[in-house]
């Protein structure tokens, strides 16, 4: 089995999107900037190999890391 690619605070994120929460979402629910937001989005579909958030989401529960 492969390793999950993600930090914690990646899983987190990548969580909350598959919740269908929009950047600013993410930023508020996290105590984090908007900017900060789409620099984990984009860190996270680059480790995933994913082009958008639909993939990224789809990539990480083929691979079996959603719990």
């Known amino acids: ?6 930090t914690d605070r ?6 909350l999107i598959s ?5 600013k979402e993410i930023a508020s629910t ?3 900037t908007n900017g ?6 984009s860190v996270i579909l ?4 994913a082009g958008n958030r639909i993939e990224a989401i789809t990539r990480f529960k083929e691979k079996g890391w959603f719990k």
């Open 46 to 49: 680059d480790k995933l190999g």
């Open 1 to 6: 089995a492969e390793a999950n690619p993600l």
């Open 30 to 32: 996290l105590s984090l």
């Open 36 to 41: 900060t937001v789409r620099n984990y989005v």
């Open 10 to 15: 990646e899983k987190e994120v990548l969580h």
């Open 19 to 23: 919740e269908g929460k929009n950047t």
